[in-house]
């Protein structure tokens, strides 16, 4: 009897401690989720505040007089705000699907197919993320610049076509630096390694090209780390400011964030209301588009870590 009851009660103490444990933790997550949202509403209590409010000490953490005014105030400041919106759901889709493809090519060569030197080119293809982007910014920029007079000297002589060279021109300057990345293709890689080769190997003997080993049986059995993979890019394109900022020539072919940029600065400061209500127009989409896409966002977290 006595045996049983320590028992019980070593038991009941396991059991005490372990719930302890599991509150501190829980405890200890909600309090790392709280400081993370903290801005995200911050900027929203901002952007609801009205102007004469939003500088008042101590300040207010929720608005007493909530106001559409700083939203109507950043699409009267900037009539071209849904062109711009326009532009940079254009670019982050187009970016998003070459990235995608290019970054599955490449991850099924170094994950499929041997060749002299694969190894050492995958590694050298890692090695790339320890140059900051910064360092590549002039060498991009001249590259751009010589693409942009190579294509004006060839269509000099059709002005007729001027428009359409003048959004190429515009477009394209964001978009081609970003057709591959260096962790998409990791990711590529680290999940088509995994796929049996076998079906690799059947698909031959039964006269399959390489073309058609790809598109039928690669990318299909890819399309959780294609799905992650377009989310991460979509997502990075959607909030690109310095690399738009830097190319993009004129006011009609900004996008959303470069053109925020500009309105709600001017010589008396910066106005925080607008900043926070242009802030939250721009976010609006990716939050709604993290809910929607959220299982694969946790799926990225898994597939570098857990695969290959």
């Known amino acids: 009897m006595p045996a049983t009851v320590s028992q ?40 609801f505040t ?16 909530p106001s559409l005014e700083n939203f109507h105030l950043v699409v ?17 889709l187009v970016t998003m699907g070459l990235h995608v493809l290019f970054d599955a ?7 499929k197919r041997r060749f002299p030197g694969s190894r050492v080119l995958f590694w050298l293809v890692i090695a790339a993320l320890m140059i900051p982007g910064q360092v590549t910014l002039v060498p991009l920029y001249i590259m751009i610049s010589d693409m942009r007079r190579v294509l004006t000297e060839i269509t000099a002589g059709w002005p007729q076509y001027s428009v359409i060279v003048e959004a190429a021109s ?8 970003g057709l591959a990345d260096v962790i998409g293709i990791f990711l590529m890689k680290q999940f088509i390694q995994t796929l049996p080769s076998e079906l690799e190997e059947a698909a031959r003997i039964d006269g ?12 299909p059995l890819s399309a959780p780390a294609l799905a992650v993979n377009a989310i991460f890019a979509f997502q990075r394109y959607w909030n690109a400011f310095l690399w738009p900022l830097v190319v993009l020539q004129k006011q ?17 400061g910066t106005n925080y209301g607008l900043l926070m209500a242009g ?5 609006i989409p990716m939050i709604v588009f993290f809910f929607a896409f959220q299982r694969y966002f946790m799926a990225g977290i898994r597939i570098g870590a857990l695969k290959g």
Do not use: C, D
Not at 50 to 65: A, R, T, Y
Not at 208 to 219: H, K, M
Not at 279 to 283: N, R, V
């Open 105 to 111: 090519m490449s991850g099924y060569a170094f994950a």
């Open 50 to 65: 009205p102007g004469s409010e939003v500088i008042k000490l101590p300040p207010e953490f929720i608005p007493k007089n």
């Open 252 to 268: 009609e072919y900004y996008t959303l964030q470069v053109g925020l940029s500009f309105v709600y600065r001017s010589e008396f």
């Open 8 to 47: 019980r009660r070593t038991a009941r103490q396991r059991l005490t401690s372990g719930l302890a444990l599991k509150a501190f933790i829980y405890g200890l997550l909600t309090l790392g989720a709280l400081v993370s949202l903290f801005p995200l509403y911050w900027m929203f209590n901002t952007a």
């Open 170 to 177: 515009n477009y394209g300057a964001v978009i081609l630096p």
């Open 76 to 92: 009267k400041a900037a009539p071209n705000i849904w062109r711009w919106g326009a532009n940079t759901l254009f670019i982050a």
């Open 279 to 283: 802030a939250a127009m721009a976010a």
């Open 208 to 219: 399959a090209s390489e073309f058609n080993i790809f598109t039928r049986i690669i990318l």
